[in-house]
């Protein structure tokens, strides 16, 4: 199918949830099969042997699709840099490192309420130091990300026609890229 390079497209449950991403060529395929219909079409046309279709951008499934709710967010650099919007924890600059605010040394986890963005000068200072031991702040309970927008796009970027059916956080269209 030509075309099928242009992306991701949004499915949304028969009941217009927001359910998960696939690829533009996965979309087309469920529209293709009348499994879902377009609700929002993107860019151009995809082309196949028999088959003219405007892009999906958002589909809708017509059977509804029962999830396990998954209140579980993996834990990576990029989910993390999206949680906190790209700024450093401690002097809200820009963040290129992870710190662990009880150090792993001293047995903090890797856990979502013990891993912050932080830039390099703030983690060097810091070092194997707690917070409180430099007299620093958190300017937020560091905590797990909760909400539709996350179990659906995890740390992935928005498309901005998207934004109607997520309940997105303005740091995840800036940083999510
Ligand atoms: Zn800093």
Redesign the pocket.
């Known amino acids: 199918m030509d075309g099928a390079h242009l992306g991701v497209a949004l499915v949304l449950n028969a009941t217009y949830e927001p359910l998960c991403v696939v690829s533009v060529r996965r979309a087309a395929i469920l529209v293709l099969t009348a499994k879902a219909s377009c609700v929002t079409d993107g860019e151009g046309v995809l082309h196949s042997a028999r088959h003219r279709i405007p892009v999906p951008c958002v589909v809708r499934l017509h059977r509804y699709v029962r999830v396990p709710y998954r209140g579980h967010v993996g834990l990576s650099r990029r989910a993390l840099f999206a949680r906190d919007g790209g700024r450093?924890a401690?002097?809200r600059?820009p963040a290129e490192t992870v710190d662990h605010v009880l150090p792993r040394s001293r047995g903090g986890g890797h856990t979502w309420d013990n891993v912050v963005a932080?830039?390099a000068?703030?983690n060097h200072t810091k070092s194997d130091r707690t917070p409180a031991e430099l007299g620093w702040r958190l300017h937020t309970a560091p905590a797990s990300p909760r909400g539709t927008a996350w179990r659906v796009l995890g740390h992935r970027a928005a498309d901005p026609r998207w934004a109607g059916w997520l309940d997105l956080d303005p740091a995840m269209l800036d940083q999510a890229a």
Do not use: E, I, L, T
């Open positions: 450093c401690y002097c600059g932080a830039c000068r703030c």
